[in-house]
């Protein structure tokens, strides 16, 4: 299964979050100090965008846009895509639960999809990576032929959904399939049908159901992040460089 896998979706205005993300306030200091977006702390490596003073406080890969001043959100790596919602950041682990607003705003389109979207792994900046710990939902945009074959094997993993992008396509979705850190996943590939991989939260037992799909991709999944190399040391001035020698 091709990682670009991609189809269309209608890019919403609105998107379901979490209550929590409400407000945004300052917490303290100017510039690269720590401020709040809703409920959640952005610090270092982390940094809110200021497009007043149009300020840079660090690596792009971590920049912050707190939107409407409701949730703090993470760009896409690939330009014209939707990014990442951040729920909650664990500094000490160095990790973040995210949703793909992509995603998201395919669950909100009424009038089926006509926009971009991208397997959740190819809008990662370099610093990040999926928490292994995660399971899959893989989502299939099947034509008529293709969705009468893929109804037929009777797979309780596969469910059609109610979701459509386009007249002459059905959608169904599959759940629970294991993380590959190689991101191969063409054996859960149907003939006829384009597929779109997202990570979603794992839980004990290893199970999810199919019938949840709305709800596994608004709880979001776990992402980590590498630690920002460590400044180069000054170097030391050679005593044979000093003056009168």
């Not at 979207?117 to 710990?133: C, H, M, Q």
């Not at 797979?155 to 459509?164: F, K, N």
């Amino acid at each position: 299964m091709a990682s670009t896998s991609c189809w269309f979706l209608f890019f919403a205005s609105v998107w379901w979050l979490p209550p929590m993300l409400a407000g945004a306030e300052e917490q303290q200091g100017e510039g690269c100090s720590a401020k709040r977006c809703g409920n959640i702390t952005i610090s270092d490596p982390f940094w809110l965008a200021d497009q007043e003073a149009a300020r840079s406080c660090g690596s792009q890969d971590y920049e912050v846009t707190c939107h409407n001043n409701r949730f703090p959100g993470l760009r896409s790596s690939v330009p014209g895509s939707s990014g990442f919602a951040i729920i909650d950041i664990s500094y000490e682990e160095k990790s973040l639960r995210v949703v793909d607003r992509g995603h998201l705003e395919l669950l909100q389109a009424s009038e089926g999809c006509q926009g971009m979207i991208l397997n959740t792994s190819v809008k990662l900046a370099e610093p990040f990576r999926i928490d292994p710990g995660n399971l899959n939902l893989i989502l299939y945009n099947c034509t008529e032929e293709a969705a009468v074959a893929a109804a037929a094997r009777r797979d309780r993993e596969l469910m059609q959904t109610s979701l459509r992008c386009g007249n002459k396509s059905k959608m169904f979705v599959r759940t629970g399939v294991r993380y590959d850190v190689t991101g191969n996943y063409g054996r859960y590939a149907l003939e006829g049908c384009d597929a779109v991989v997202t990570p979603v939260l794992g839980s004990s037992s290893g199970q999810t159901n199919a019938s949840d799909y709305e709800q596994l991709i608004n709880d979001g999944f776990l992402l980590s992040w590498d630690p920002l190399p460590l400044a180069a040391p000054a170097p030391v001035a050679s005593t044979h460089d000093s003056a009168g020698e």
